[in-house]
């Protein structure tokens, strides 16, 4: 399975990627598919069913919006987050819907938008869409949403194979050991092996452009999440924190990391408030590996690009091809997925990429960012995923910062060592597979369990 920067990190809305993006993407495959196949002009109704977390927690990550907008034949990295709404309750009303923006169809939201409270096989996040064609047909297809916008189909999920992308990579590897052995046989960096891998889809120039488009994306809802000022959507009456925030920052003067450690901090706090509230807004957002932590590979990188003067625009591309190499084991080789093993795979995940980024751009040794990277994951391990209400605002927002601060010192500590350590990157992300399998159904993305229960029970 080969697996690019590129797939790890995708723009996309709020507030989920295994909620939001994926069932979007599974919507809108499902509609290509039927035009491909000339039956979309045939088709009468559609019927969506959302099972286990994607049922759960559903309404509050907005999966049956994201849902109807997918069958609408739109993208997650195209559509208008602020138009979603009105056109939902525009179907609503008129229970109809343009499928795939050129066919009406009968779409009845009480009978044919279903959260059923059963699992699917393969994983918890898995719906199955329905298309009732004129002479009495059904087509219908089954997908499941893995985590950070990936999307499979059920002949995949059966089979095993996770992506349908076979490239043979110059440096392929399937663990950090493995990545570390090729960087020393190579004397390349972690960064620079990812970049010649990279160059097997496209040019190096392209790659730097796609990077950076990335990154403009990160720094807008950053700017976006430190002018919006309100209440979060969603019922829980919690209110954005960022922009009051940076307004207390701006008075005490710029600050410097020698000078002013804590408030340094405290910029590292707000620009993963920013990016999680613009998140839980369903903003435009970058999967960083996941939306439910996207505020924490910003928030270091702005961090770095902040406080270090010498920063430049070859340090964000080596911070994200050294992020995106731990991302990519982390989901190899266990999960991104709340869903499946709870917000370790998130939160944890994004501290171990956030942390190998950092230390990748202030000149760590590959044993060293490997050990950045593992420290940042080994210190989140367990974490459940209990979103209050099924809103992806508590604990979720405030988790991040704390998360982006624990990797700025993970990097730290790893850079005041040689590299040699006791527990290794492997053992951590095996150690959260095994912990998500042990983890109770409760506690993954489902409000069933932890604080969504103990909130309402206080």
């Known amino acids: 399975m080969a697996i690019s920067v590129f797939d790890m990190f995708k723009i996309g809305i709020g507030p989920s990627s295994s909620h939001t993006v994926g069932p979007m993407r599974a919507a809108a495959l499902f509609t290509a598919e039927l035009r491909e196949r ?266 770095y690009m902040k406080f270090n003067p010498e920063a430049c625009a070859d340090d964000v591309v080596r911070f994200f091809l050294a992020a995106a190499a731990v991302g990519i084991l982390c989901k190899k080789n266990a999960s991104i997925s709340g869903a499946e093993v709870g917000c370790q795979g998130e939160v944890g995940s994004a501290c171990a990429m956030a942390a190998a980024g950092l230390a990748e751009v202030l000149g760590a040794t590959p044993k060293q960012v490997e050990n950045a990277a593992e420290i940042g994951l080994e210190h989140n391990l367990g974490l459940t995923c209990d979103p209050v209400g099924g809103l992806v605002q508590v604990p979720c927002i405030e988790r991040n910062a704390i998360a982006a601060v624990k990797a700025i010192n993970a990097a730290q500590m790893a850079l005041r060592g040689d590299g040699d350590h006791f527990i290794s990157l492997d053992h951590a992300i095996r150690t959260m597979r095994d912990t998500g399998a042990d983890m109770h159904d409760k506690y993954k993305e489902t409000s069933r369990g932890g604080l969504a229960v103990n909130l309402v029970e206080c």
């Open 38 to 303: 000339g039956k979309l002009g045939l088709v009468e109704r559609v019927e969506a069913r959302l099972y286990g977390s994607l049922s759960a927690t559903g309404i509050g990550h907005g999966s049956d919006r994201a849902t109807l907008m997918g069958l609408m034949g739109e993208w997650p990295d195209q559509v208008d987050p602020v138009a979603v709404a009105g056109r939902v309750d525009e179907v609503i009303a008129r229970q109809c819907l343009s499928l795939g923006a050129e066919h009406a169809v009968v779409f009845d939201w009480q009978r044919d938008m279903r959260l059923l409270e059963e699992s699917l096989p393969y994983h918890p996040n898995g719906m199955t869409l329905l298309a009732y064609l004129q002479n009495g047909q059904c087509i219908e297809q089954t997908y499941y949403s893995v985590g950070g916008g990936f999307v499979i189909d059920a002949a995949q999920a059966a089979s095993g194979k996770l992506d349908s992308d076979t490239t043979e990579l110059p440096y392929d590897f399937n663990s950090a050991a493995q990545l570390l052995n090729l960087c020393a046989q190579t004397g390349m960096s972690i960064a620079t092996l990812m970049m010649e891998n990279e160059k097997t889809w496209r040019s190096e120039d392209e790659i730097r452009s796609k990077i950076d488009f990335i990154w403009q994306a990160m720094r807008r809802c950053v700017d976006q999440g430190l002018n919006a000022q309100g209440i979060l959507p969603g019922g829980l009456n919690v209110r954005r924190r960022a922009w009051r925030l940076h307004q207390s920052l701006q008075e005490i003067g710029k600050p410097n990391v020698i000078g002013s450690t804590l408030s340094a901090m405290e910029w590292v706090n707000l620009f993963a408030l920013a990016v999680n509230e613009e998140n839980a807004a369903g903003g435009r957002m970058v999967t960083a590996p996941t939306n439910g932590a996207a505020g924490i590979i910003p928030a270091v990188l702005h961090y």
